[in-house]
Nanobody, 128 residues
Framework: QLTLEESGGNLVEPGGSLRLSCAASGFTFDDYAIAWFRQAAGKEREEVACISERGLSTTYFDSFRGRATISRDNAKNMVFLRINNLKYEDTAVYYC?????????????????????WGQGTQITVFS
């Protein structure tokens, strides 16, 4: 069974940092690129970052450039996303997702329909 499970979401004050984790199982992990997306209440899902199969290439989108770091540990089937300088507008559910096709790298644009399966998400709430 293919599964992805996110963790690490929390309540955090503006300017704080969080590290999200994505644990994968049921497939050959290092054959696939993994991406993070987010969805705020009432808004469309948007791309955050992506990392290629071996971790040699990363992509960041819009406001995450310069304040987010995506990484992976293929020995542990894990992907991580660290976000610094969190802002109110970062409040959202964050999802990790596997690229549907093997050895296909990170697409640009990072269209959600190119990724499956998805995890159930982890909530980040930025408040003061």
């Amino acid at each position: 069974q293919l599964t992805l499970e996110e963790s690490g979401g929390n309540l955090v004050e503006p300017g704080g940092s969080l590290r999200l984790s994505c644990a994968a199982s049921g497939f050959t992990f290092d054959d696939y690129a993994i991406a993070w997306f987010r969805q705020a209440a009432g808004k469309e899902r948007e791309e955050v970052a992506c990392i290629s199969e071996r971790g040699l290439s990363t992509t960041y989108f819009d406001s995450f450039r310069g304040r987010a770091t995506i990484s992976r540990d293929n020995a542990k089937n894990m992907v991580f996303l660290r976000i610094n300088n969190l802002k109110y507008e970062d409040t959202a559910v964050y999802y990790c997702a596997r690229r549907s096709e093997r050895f296909s790298g990170c697409p640009d644009p990072q269209q959600p329909n190119l990724f499956a399966p998805w995890g159930q998400g982890t909530q980040i709430t930025v408040f003061s």
